[in-house]
Structures are given as structure tokens and as C-alpha cells.
């Protein structure tokens, strides 16, 4: 079984920092994008960021500048740091990842952490 899972989330005052990680494990053969996403109480999930294998990186224009995604592939791993933080930022995190596993048959699927909660203080 393949699983997503997140950490780092919690509570920080506007201006502050926190790092989120997010690992993939289980019997996979390949992962491609990972990313995070985000759902503020009211609001549809969003884009925050999201990497390829090779390092291509989109991000949601409201965080850039202030978030910064990595990924290691030997771990399977995907980082947010985030900076700057803002009332505004304060939703739950969701990782994702698009990852390969061969049962009975290749099959490519997003992968979704249950997520993590950020909640910047004014």
C-alpha cells in the first residue's frame, strides 16, 4: 500500500516560519510531481506549490517569494518552508503526489495526505 503523509503544520504568529514535510512510502516504482495544496474553512483547496522529479517548480502567485518547495527523490520527500507567513496563509495543507505502482497492471494516481493544519495568528 502506498501512503502520503505529512508533518510540521501548527500555529505561528503573522511573520513567521514553518517547514512542512511530506513523505511518500510503500511499494511504489516512480513519483513524479509533488505537491501542496491548501483549504482555508469556506474556500475550495488550492494550488501552493508543486515540483517534478526534475526540479520544475510552479508556484500560486499569492506565496511567491515567501514559500519555497524541495523535494529529495532518494527519500520521496517534499518540503515546504514557509515564510512571511500571513493571516491569510492559515488553512489545512494537503500534500500530493503522483506516484507509479504496478499491481497487476502499471497504473499512475495521485496520492493525497489526510493534511495538516497551519494557522497563522494576527
Known amino acids: 500500500q502506498v501512503q502520503v503523509s505529512e508533518s510540521g503544520g501548527g500555529l505561528v504568529q503573522a511573520g513567521g516560519s514553518l517547514r512542512l514535510s511530506c513523505a511518500a512510502s510503500g511499494k511504489m516504482v516512480s513519483v513524479t510531481v509533488m505537491g501542496w495544496y491548501r483549504q482555508a474553512p469556506g474556500k475550495e483547496r488550492e494550488l501552493v506549490a508543486k515540483i517534478t522529479r526534475g526540479g520544475l517548480i510552479d508556484y500560486a502567485d499569492s506565496v511567491k517569494g515567501r514559500f519555497t518547495i524541495s523535494r529529495d527523490n532518494a527519500k520521496n520527500t517534499v518540503y515546504l518552508e514557509m515564510n512571511s507567513l500571513k493571516p491569510e496563509d492559515t488553512a489545512v495543507y494537503y500534500c500530493?503526489?503522483?506516484?507509479?505502482?504496478?499491481?497487476?497492471?502499471?497504473?499512475?494516481?495521485?496520492?493525497w495526505g489526510q493534511g495538516t493544519q497551519v494557522t497563522v495568528s494576527s
Open positions: 500530493t503526489a503522483n506516484i507509479l505502482t504496478v499491481d497487476r497492471l502499471p497504473t499512475w494516481r495521485d496520492y
